[in-house]
């Protein structure tokens, strides 16, 4: 997330109320997750096995828990709670705006759009020309619908990220205030769950396809022309490359890749990333004709412990 305009170091320490190492006028643009920061923005990390990550990553302002060195050429703002203070500014440069109608006056919709009864449009959101937003659908806040996009009954597009920390009192929600991108082309089933950026944008390619109860986690980037099946469930911070296809019932862990081509069979349980141009089956995920062939070899167990017995 871009703020509205440049802020300095102690702008930001002052809003929070926290220590920092570099210069007073020290320039902050914006704040994101690690995976998709940029120079000048704000990155947290509150656990020691993440503070090289984080102070090696391209973010120039790090909220960290601990007084360490100073990389060259950045900044740090010295927290006893990343955490709630990462939380702080989300409030600040982004806080909740209440809705009160369907749609919002702020909405911007494209030319032949159709938008069928008792569907929510919330505030700033964009759809382009040509769109067909049937019942009951909700677009939370910031949502940008790209051209010639179907969205079917009672799909929820920029719902919360699940992302907590767990503490001695409960579960600490991590705020989110990012959006959900659809590009031109796309058609989303019925039932569909995507969760917004918890700062940046959830993006679904163009001329991707979703079935039914497909849920995609936050801060996921779905290539063009994907195809996915009825009740997969994509994790947070995901890659999938173009022209991948996953069909029914694919689980997907977070932060991985999915190769461009790749073919995931129904079922499959995807713990790591995947080369592109492969189909691929089974929990864990192997490639399918391997992992086919093992199940086979399994099957001929008890005629060979038979053997074994009558010798």
């Not at 703020?3 to 190492?21: E, H, N, R």
Request: with cysteine; hydrophobic share 40%; aromatic share 6%.
């Amino acid at each position: 997330m871009k703020f509205p305009t440049a802020y300095t170091l102690k702008q930001i320490s002052d809003i929070l109320g926290v220590a920092y190492v570099g210069a007073d006028d020290f320039t902050v643009t914006g704040m994101n997750e690690i995976h998709v920061v940029e120079a000048g923005d704000i990155v947290f990390v509150d656990h020691p096995k993440y503070y090289e990550k984080a102070l090696n990553c391209k973010a120039t302002t790090i909220l960290i828990n601990k007084k360490v060195d100073c990389p060259e050429g950045k900044s740090l703002l010295i927290s006893e709670d990343p955490f709630t203070d990462f939380n702080k500014l989300s409030q600040f440069f982004k806080p909740f705006e209440k809705s009160k109608i369907s749609t919002s006056t702020s909405a911007i919709i494209g030319e032949n759009t159709i938008i069928q009864p008792n569907v929510f449009i919330g505030n700033n959101v964009k759809i382009g020309a040509n769109c067909l937003i049937h019942a009951n659908v909700a677009l939370y806040d910031g949502c940008i619908i790209g051209d010639n996009v179907i969205i079917q009954s009672g799909s929820v597009l920029g719902s919360d990220a699940f992302y907590f920390k767990n503490r001695p009192e409960g579960f600490d929600k991590l705020k989110s205030c990012g959006n959900v991108v659809v590009e031109d082309d796309v058609e989303i089933g019925a039932g569909c769950t995507i969760d917004k950026g918890v700062t940046g944008s959830t993006i679904i390619g163009k001329g991707t396809k979703l079935d039914n109860q497909v849920q995609i986690g936050h801060d996921t980037a779905i290539g063009k022309k994907c195809l996915i099946a009825a009740q997969c469930g994509i994790a947070g911070c995901v890659v999938i490359e173009d022209e991948v296809t996953l069909w029914g019932q694919v689980g997907v862990t977070s932060a991985i890749k999915i190769g461009k081509g790749a073919v995931v069979l129904a079922q499959t349980g995807i713990s790591k990333s995947i080369a592109g141009g492969k189909t691929y089956f089974g929990s864990p995920v192997e490639e399918a004709r391997k992992k086919l062939k093992q199940m086979a070899d399994v099957k001929k167990i008890p005629s060979i412990l038979e053997k074994l017995k009558e010798q």
